[in-house]
């Protein structure tokens, strides 16, 4: 399978009071086309600042990180911009919805804020709001859905510019454990359905199960 996602020797600093903290230390990866990873490790083992440097939401200390074969991490902001774009799709523990736009609203958000028009998306608009079940709650605003639905929201929105990559950070972190399952099922059949290369963090061991393969995380490097 081709290489979608290489790291090499990344390294992550940050400093407090001048002091330097090692957060990650050499990692060394690389992600294939149709993986479902998991990374897993204890609080501050350095898993989502991985995370955050392979969707160039931080920069690393040193190291590399490229993204079918393009440099990314050398990129300048609006290179970078244009990756996450039409390559990479983000979802948070908190769901990051837009509490006065509808549903349907918070899934093209990405895509009207880029300058696209909403009726080059329909399609795609139609086929993700059945996919995460909620082509009932198109209309409906954040307040008025569960968690789970929220979430749902999010993925839907992670996906309308059909990304090669989804970054998951925590996503079943702030639900039940039914809803919790639908997600991480949900999640699966986006990886098998479409081809979505999936990384998550989590710290659930019956979550991070869903992937193929999974990543211990631990004192800034790979266990």
Not at 34 to 44: A, L, N, T
Not at 86 to 96: D, L
Request: no cysteine; hydrophobic share 35%; proline share 3%.
């Amino acid at each position: 399978m081709e290489t979608i996602i290489k790291v090499n020797n990344l390294h992550k600093s940050y400093n407090s009071n001048h002091i330097p903290t090692d957060v990650l230390k050499g990692i060394d990866l690389e992600i294939k086309a149709g993986e479902f990873v998991s990374i897993m490790g204890p609080s501050g083992s350095g898993k989502s600042t991985l995370l955050y440097l392979i969707g160039g939401l931080e920069t690393p200390s040193e190291g590399n990180i490229y993204i079918n074969d393009q440099h990314f991490n050398i990129m300048n902001d609006r290179e970078q911009s244009k990756i996450r774009q039409h390559s990479i799709g983000f979802v948070f523990q908190f769901y990051n919805l837009v509490q006065h736009l509808t549903v349907e609203e918070n899934i093209l958000l990405p895509v009207l804020l880029n300058g696209g028009k909403k009726k080059q998306y329909i399609t795609q608009l139609e086929m993700l709001l059945e996919k995460v079940g909620l082509t009932d709650k198109r209309n409906s605003y954040p307040r008025e859905l569960s968690g789970g639905q929220q979430q749902r929201v999010s993925i839907a929105r992670a996906l309308i510019n059909s990304p090669k990559i989804i970054l998951a950070d925590e996503p079943i972190g702030n639900l039940d454990s039914k809803s919790g399952t639908e997600i991480m099922e949900l999640f699966r059949d986006i990886n098998q359905t479409l081809n979505t290369i999936i990384i998550q963090v989590t710290h659930n061991e019956k979550s991070a199960e869903y992937g193929n393969r999974i990543l211990h995380v631990q004192d800034g490097k790979i266990a």
